[in-house]
């Protein structure tokens, strides 16, 4: 609840005040020994509370944990469909719990409540109804085509999974990776972002509520270079998924490579929306404004770069930017809130240094750059709108993370995917044309993990989705997480007795 002074109030501000522990076999734990991170309202730029870091000993607790529970059987042993129903009944808790789930989660990350509640929640409960379905109907291979013998290839779990996640979408990519990892019968320990880690405390409260053997999944909080470090290092893991930005990404490769450990790595983007004159333009406007600035602007496949064919140009960026004007800026926990504020100090203020670098790149602002004033010290910034001279520039090239959206304009189609590729990232493309040959084209050329026409962001986990270049390594979705989460196991029978060499019985 929050009052008229805008402070949360009753159960929520309760839970937002607790310190957020480990959640170890079973049970959070508190040794007191930890150092404390502070966490802040984005809302209101005030301390929340406080995270209890998990130093390298609580992160060995927490991996030999995950350890024995693999080792022992008590989920790699069960039968598919007991792992189907224990997946179910975390889907149906989490949809019981989305209501308080949803509070906490927009609270950390100031993104605001009706699309935490309308999308980002109902997505977390969907990735186990998903994963539930996906190991009932997968099988392994058999070849006979070998003379005399039935050669067999299954499937087994690898063993402890690493997940190490973001601050934009904590519960919703946290719980994606979870749901994969246990799915396949690999036990984990995740670690979500110290800077919006309270939905995760939430959502291991419903984990647990549903009776999942302790030691399946266990979470450490902490720094990056602290617990993140000694996650990904610590010999009890496997495998390691990771989502976050591309600098951090390589810092985790390089460490998991020490232990060969296979990765995933869903990382950055400067994703292009390609908008020709030949689109209906009313829808096009509609998804563009959504893909910059929905999750106020902190999605990795945000089209942040829009590149608009020049006829078009004035008319269609004039009608952006009185639309930008008119974004509802509220506090998150207001239904009728279309943008709050950046997750943090630091980042609000690394988004807005973008405005001084889009000056310098000769860019024209349109609208925004500044913080908004009036929400006092809530880490709320006006959606911001530039027109870039070239892709050259910075803010072409940079991921800004932020409701910070780039016009470039195009004059041929050939020339936009040339532009659209024109990055060290690659994670996702938008295209809007009603031309099926430019639509084909797009598809067939553009050098990017995911290409969406004429459709803003839609997510078929069934279907692949990472990054080309800088912006992954490895796909998440059915097959993918299948691949990364399981070994294969080939077998071989002799079903004739073939003939075998036979060194020395020859005297
Ligand atoms: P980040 O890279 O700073 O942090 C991500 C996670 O890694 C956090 O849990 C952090 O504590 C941990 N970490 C940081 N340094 C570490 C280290 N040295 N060793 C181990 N762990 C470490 O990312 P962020 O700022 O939280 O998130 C924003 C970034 O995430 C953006 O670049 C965005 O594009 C990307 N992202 C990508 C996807 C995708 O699917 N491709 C989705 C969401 C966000």
């Not at 809302?43 to 693999?70: I, K």
């Not at 129903?85 to 209501?99: E, P, T, V, Y």
């Not at 779990?157 to 799915?183: F, H, Q």
């Not at 050329?445 to 912006?471: C, H, I, M």
Request: aromatic share 8%; with cysteine; glycine share 10%.
């Amino acid at each position: 609840m929050i009052d008229d002074n805008m402070q949360r109030t009753g159960a929520i501000a309760d839970f937002l005040s607790r310190p957020q522990a480990s959640f170890i076999n079973g049970r959070f734990v508190a040794t007191g020994s930890q150092h404390h991170v502070p966490v802040f309202d984005p809302a209101s730029g005030e301390q929340l509370g406080d995270l209890l870091e998990a130093d390298a000993a609580e992160v060995d607790l927490a991996a030999r944990t995950a350890r024995e529970a693999f080792d022992d059987g008590r989920w790699s042993g069960l039968t598919v469909e007991s792992r189907q129903n224990a997946l179910m009944k975390i889907h149906d808790a989490i949809i019981a719990g989305q209501s308080e789930l949803s509070e906490i989660e927009s609270a950390t990350t100031g993104i605001p409540l009706a699309q935490i509640k309308g999308f980002y929640i109902p997505r977390s409960a969907y990735n186990f109804k998903f994963f539930a379905e996906f190991i009932g109907q997968v099988g392994g291979d058999l070849y006979t085509q070998e003379p005399g013998y039935v050669t067999s290839v299954f499937r087994e779990p690898v063993g402890v999974a690493g997940l190490l996640g973001p601050w934009n979408a904590p519960v919703t990519l946290c719980s994606m990776k979870i749901a994969a990892a246990i799915a396949f019968g690999n036990t984990c320990v995740v670690k979500p972002s110290e800077i919006a880690a309270a939905g995760m405390q939430r959502f291991m409260e419903i984990v647990n509520s549903t009776g999942l053997p302790p030691g399946v999944v266990n979470l450490v909080n902490g720094r990056g270079p602290v617990t993140g470090t000694a996650l990904v290092e610590h010999p009890d893991i496997n495998v390691v998924s990771f989502t976050g930005g591309t600098t951090t990404g390589r810092a985790i490769l390089s460490s998991a490579a020490k232990g060969l450990k296979a990765c995933t790595m869903e990382l950055g983007g400067k994703s292009a929306s390609i908008i020709c004159a030949d689109a209906d333009l009313e829808r096009a406007l509609d998804a563009a404004l959504l893909g910059i600035y929905g999750g106020n602007g902190q999605q990795c496949l945000a089209g942040s770069r829009i590149l608009i064919e020049r006829s078009i140009a004035d008319k269609f960026i004039a009608a952006f930017v009185a639309r930008v004007k008119n974004i509802r800026i509220g506090h998150p926990s207001q239904m009728s809130s279309e943008m709050g504020p950046l997750a943090s100090k630091a980042h609000m203020e690394r988004v807005l240094s973008y405005a001084e670098v889009a000056k310098a790149d000769g860019a024209e602002i349109l609208t925004g750059g500044k913080r908004v004033e009036s929400m006092g010290k809530g880490y709320y910034i006006e959606p911001t709108v530039v027109r870039a001279p070239n892709n050259a520039a910075r803010i072409c090239q940079e991921e800004i993370f932020g409701p910070f959206a780039t016009f470039v304009t195009f004059d041929t189609f050939e020339e936009a995917i040339g532009i659209a590729n024109d990055s060290t990232f690659g994670l996702v493309a938008y295209v809007w044309t009603s031309n099926l040959d430019k639509a084909n084209l797009a598809m067939r050329k553009l050098r990017t993990g995911t290409v969406w026409v004429n459709t803003p962001v839609v997510r078929d986990l069934r279907s692949a989705f990472g990054g080309y270049r800088e912006s992954g390594i490895g796909r998440e979705g059915g097959k993918g997480c299948m691949s990364l989460y399981t070994e294969e196991k080939t077998t071989m029978v002799a079903i004739e007795k073939m003939p075998i060499r036979r060194l020395g019985a020859s005297a």
